[in-house]
């Protein structure tokens, strides 16, 4: 598995480290913790299959807090979100923002807006995704009738989520919670797909987290809709019946279930190094993605 080693950031204790994200808490001048806030720190690391990759993907993780700091901006009228200040020490400026800090809702919250990956898996052993049914003969890429509500467990690093129905989200969180959590991850989603292909972009699906301050205010929290946590497809190459070409990580799934990799998923080994042209090929689908929805130029 790669080093997953933090930064050492003066005026910052580590607290944990995610698949991608380093979290920090800030140090106040009298030397103690500020409690209600979190230093949140995008990594270049990639993740798949429940691994970590090696190498990093060089200026992923600029990529993804700029593209969720533009989101933010998009989808302010729907939801608030954690965000505190983007004025961060130097060493992790571009990547990083000051956010507050929440009790975080513990489900993976995911809608679909198109049939693929775990989904599709589902629905070809049952006919249902996440226990909702869904009409006979959809295919790879399909367009749902509307978009549904799949959460999934949220699991521990080097273990997979797994898919949840909406009963036992309500069993875990309650019956309120439950739906302002379905209805707002839709909602991003829809909104999301409404802004992207007007710039040549499907939102096939999205993975959103959300948090409660201690006001037990809502709040969507962690990244959103990057190349990392929802699937990206070129609309003009859009084609139910295969996989579809992405701006997002699938392109590096698709490398490590390919003859090519070498790598048998079910071995139990660690997936093998990226080589170099898959790297690069990466950074440039998730800077592509980035300059497509907000129209601006990419810079480190």
Known sequence: MPATSPLELPGYDHVYSGKVRDLYTPIGRDGAPRIGELLLVASDRISA???LLDPPIPDKG???????????DQLADIVPNHLVSTDVPDAVRGRAILVRRLDMVMVECVARAYLTGGGLGEYTASGAVSGIPLPEGLVDGSELPEPIFTPSTKAPMGQHDEPMTYAEVEALVGPDLASRIRDLTVAILVRGNAIARDRGIILADTKVEFGLTPGGELVLADEVLTPDSSRFWPAEEWEPGHPQSSFDKQFVRDWLTSPESGWDRASGEAPPRLPDEIVAATRSRYVEAYERLTGRRFSA
Do not use: N, P, Y
């Not at 600029?62 to 933010?72: A, E, M, R």
């Open 49 to 51: 299959f429940d691994h």
């Open 62 to 72: 600029t990529v993804l807090t700029q593209l969720s700091l533009w989101w933010f």
